[in-house]
């Protein structure tokens, strides 16, 4: 039997706030995650009196914030012109997270390229490393959500920052959607970043550049879709082997749904529920 909590990114629900925490709870989650970069909870929306309240609210359901949620879009961390702003942008929202007792904030820097040499990871290792620097200083983690690039690629790059501020969320689904890296053994190469995993499932259905595929290039060609998410247990994602690396490396962190497509969220999210109770052997 495997022990990980089940948590919930909230936004699935595509309901209200306070709708959602009690929808988490109602389908037997442990925690929840939210988005963090705009409107109601984003930091500036945010009066150290609703944060209060907003704690509250999560823990009279019997919850626990697992994460939240500070992908800024557009790029991630790729433009050295805008990083200045994204970055202290960045840290308003860990500082967020840990008003609301959680120290991970999740996000997507951009694609890390293979080569040290590309410009592109200079600029991603500049940013970071101010990131990485401050979430030390508050005993924080800043994930790094998988599937940009190889498990490899990942690691060399995080290994260059000296520093665990800036760790991993693990989409197993990102992985196989789109590198085509096994989760499993993604799971051995990154288990000294590993902070936080989402639970999601999917399917490559041809090979596309990740460069293209999360637009840090252009492809002229137009093209078919080139993966596909799909509920949790239908997909590419081999959950035994999977939530047993995990147990291996002694990661003890939430399995967080992400559910970002179908016509009925709630039912999709109690699926999800199931299947990981299943196979936790709960």
Same mark, same amino acid.
């Given at each position: 039997?495997?022990?990980?909590?089940? +948590?919930?990114?909230?936004?699935?629900?595509?309901?209200?706030?306070?709708?959602?925490?009690?929808?988490?709870?109602?389908?037997g989650a442990k925690g929840i995650q939210v988005y963090s970069t705009n409107g109601d909870m984003a930091p500036e929306a945010l009066t150290p009196q609703k944060r209060?309240?907003?704690?509250?609210?999560?823990?009279?359901?019997?919850?626990?914030?697992?994460?939240?949620?500070?992908?800024? =879009?557009? @790029? @991630?961390?790729?433009?050295?012109?805008?990083?200045?702003?994204?970055?202290?942008?960045?840290?308003?929202?860990?500082?967020?997270?840990?008003?609301?007792?959680? =120290? !991970?904030?999740?996000?997507?820097?951009?694609?890390?390229?293979?080569?040290?040499?590309?410009?592109?990871?200079?600029?991603?290792?500049?940013?970071?490393?101010?990131?990485?620097?401050?979430?030390?200083?508050?005993?924080?983690?800043?994930?790094?959500?998988?599937?940009?690039?190889?498990?490899?690629?990942?690691?060399?790059?995080?290994?260059?920052?000296?520093?665990?501020?800036?760790?991993?969320?693990?989409?197993?689904?990102?992985?196989?959607?789109?590198?085509?890296?096994?989760?499993? +053994?993604? !799971?051995?190469?990154?288990?000294?970043?590993? !902070?936080?995993?989402?639970?999601?499932?999917?399917?490559?259905?041809?090979?596309?550049?990740?460069?293209?595929?999360?637009?840090?290039?252009?492809?002229?060609?137009?093209?078919?879709?080139?993966?596909?998410?799909?509920?949790?247990?239908?997909?590419?994602?081999?959950?035994?082997?999977?939530?047993?690396?995990?147990?291996?490396? @002694?990661?003890?962190?939430?399995?967080?749904?992400?559910?970002?497509? @179908?016509?009925?969220?709630?039912?999709?999210?109690?699926?999800?529920?199931?299947?990981?109770?299943?196979?936790?052997?709960?």
């Open positions: 039997m495997f022990q990980f909590p089940i +948590g919930v990114i909230i936004d699935g629900f595509r309901t209200d706030i306070r709708s959602a925490v009690a929808l988490a709870a109602k389908v209060r309240e907003f704690l509250d609210l999560v823990q009279g359901h019997g919850l626990t914030i697992a994460a939240l949620c500070g992908d800024l =879009g557009d @790029g @991630g961390f790729t433009n050295p012109a805008k990083n200045p702003a994204r970055v202290e942008r960045s840290k308003r929202i860990l500082d967020l997270a840990k008003d609301l007792e959680t =120290g !991970v904030v999740t996000t997507h820097i951009g694609v890390v390229p293979q080569d040290k040499a590309h410009p592109r990871f200079g600029i991603l290792q500049e940013a970071c490393g101010a990131l990485a620097e401050y979430a030390d200083s508050l005993d924080a983690h800043f994930a790094i959500e998988t599937g940009p690039e190889t498990a490899a690629t990942l690691k060399t790059f995080l290994d260059s920052l000296g520093s665990r501020g800036v760790a991993v969320n693990l989409d197993p689904a990102n992985f196989v959607m789109v590198t085509g890296d096994d989760p499993a +053994g993604a !799971v051995r190469t990154l288990r000294d970043y590993i !902070v936080h995993t989402h639970a999601k499932d999917g399917k490559q259905l041809y090979y596309r550049d990740p460069e293209e595929v999360y637009g840090m290039v252009q492809s002229h060609i137009v093209t078919s879709p080139s993966y596909q998410e799909v509920p949790l247990g239908e997909g590419q994602v081999d959950w035994p082997a999977y939530l047993a690396a995990l147990e291996h490396i @002694g990661y003890t962190g939430f399995l967080t749904i992400e559910r970002e497509v @179908g016509d009925n969220p709630l039912a999709d999210i109690e699926h999800a529920v199931r299947f990981l109770l299943e196979q936790l052997g709960a």
